[in-house]
């Protein structure tokens, strides 16, 4: 039997070097610089890129939204290619048929807007309106203040371009981009779960492959909900605010909650402009403040109570966002993409929650977006 080796004994007073102690890792001193770099890079390209940026994302979230009833058909035996031809289809005669249908009414209402605003200016400060104190007190003013001799000559400018002009000089380039999103969301949706597949194949370890698979998948349920619900909600305001607006004896009221419908995508900024110019609506056409006032309240009540009971109730729980961070997600990408990128702006933060809670390093800006019931602090350990 071969002789065991005891490890050697230790001397008496012999004290073990203590094990190297790992060095912290030091972070380069221009880390922090390209970072901001790169970050005003990024802003400024999606701002340069926006003509093209706006439609290839509307494409992408119609993408994750489609592919759940992409993967329902497929089950019974109808393949990719037919389904994404079928829901483009559908998409495209809806947008077709709903600007052949509205595309006049839409224009005259555009149109009118810059009169409504004038006659209700008129109203406001003419006599016996509410401002005419104020408006006597600038032609005062100004007459205190202005001097005997000759002024400087004034020019009139005569803009011949107005807000509808503008709005119809705008559309072919806005059909343009809708016709880009559906095409390419025609291939998206036709080659299945070919960009799964692909995402999956670009990292290594079996984890992060389930992780990636998870998260897409997180992704469009989220999208999905959120979006299908929204829409299902805002249909259903537009025809209460057409209803109320029709009490209240507004023309053309179903136009009314049709702009109801489209401005409460926006969120925050198109449940006032709406009331604003339901408001001034009313004021023209009654004459009187206190009925606008009861339409402007009547229309922003409405958005109130969407906002705060029905929209909570069935979408709040599987949202979860900061309040602030929706809001300032908004501002940003209306500076950067104008009205698209209001609407498109809480779909764009939920996809950055759901990446961000997937990836660990990247754990707190996740649980930075998410609200207060979304955080569960956890117990101190007991000494």
């Given at each position: ?7 050697p ?35 400024q ?37 037919v ?22 009414s ?14 209700a ?48 000089a ?25 960009f799964?597949?692909?995402a ?16 897409i ?11 299908g ?5 805002n ?11 029709f009490?209240?004896?507004l ?12 401005l ?7 449940a ?11 004021f ?44 300032l ?55």
């Open positions: 039997m071969a002789p065991r080796d005891d490890p004994a230790r001397s008496a007073g012999v004290i073990d070097p203590a094990p190297p102690t790992e060095t912290p890792k030091t972070r380069h001193p221009l880390a922090i610089p390209v970072t901001g770099l790169f970050i005003l890079a990024l802003v390209a999606l701002i340069v890129a926006s003509v093209f940026l706006i439609p290839v994302t509307s494409a992408i979230f119609g993408y994750f939204i489609l592919n759940a009833p992409r993967r329902l058909l497929e089950r019974v035996g109808i393949p990719a290619p389904s994404a031809a079928l829901f483009t289809l559908l998409i495209g005669a809806g947008v077709f048929v709903g600007m052949m249908a509205l595309s006049e839409i224009y005259e209402f555009v149109s009118d807007i810059p009169s409504l605003l004038r006659e200016t008129a109203t406001l400060t003419g006599p016996g309106g509410l401002l005419e104190s104020m408006n006597e007190a600038r032609e005062v003013t100004e007459e205190a203040i202005g001097n005997d001799g000759p002024g400087p000559m004034q020019v009139e400018v005569v803009d011949n371009v107005g807000l509808a002009t503008s709005v119809a705008f559309a072919p380039g806005l059909l343009s981009q809708i016709v880009f999103a559906i095409c390419l969301m025609y291939f998206l949706v036709a080659s299945g779960d070919l799964i597949q692909k999956v194949q670009s990292v290594d370890r079996f984890q992060d492959k389930k992780t990636t698979v998870a998260t998948r997180t992704i469009e349920a989220r999208l999905g909900n959120y979006l619900a929204i829409t299902l909600i249909i259903g305001l537009g025809l209460c605010i057409g209803v109320a607006m009490w209240w004896g023309p053309s009221p179903w136009l009314i909650g049709i702009m109801a419908t489209a409460n995508f926006i969120p925050f900024v198109g006032v402009v709406g009331a604003l110019i339901a408001g001034i609506i009313a023209v056409t009654f004459g009187d403040p206190w009925p606008a006032i009861g339409v402007l309240l009547t229309y922003y009540g409405l958005t109130a109570f969407e906002g705060q009971f029905v929209t909570p109730t069935l979408v709040g729980q599987r949202l979860r966002l900061n309040v602030v961070m929706v809001f997600s908004v501002a940003f990408f209306a500076w950067i993409w104008s009205i698209m990128g209001m609407v498109v702006a809480v779909p764009a933060l939920i996809v950055i929650k759901v990446i961000c809670d997937a990836i660990p390093r990247l754990h707190k800006i996740g649980l930075f977006l998410g609200d207060a019931e979304g955080f569960v602090p956890q117990a101190k350990p007991r000494a």
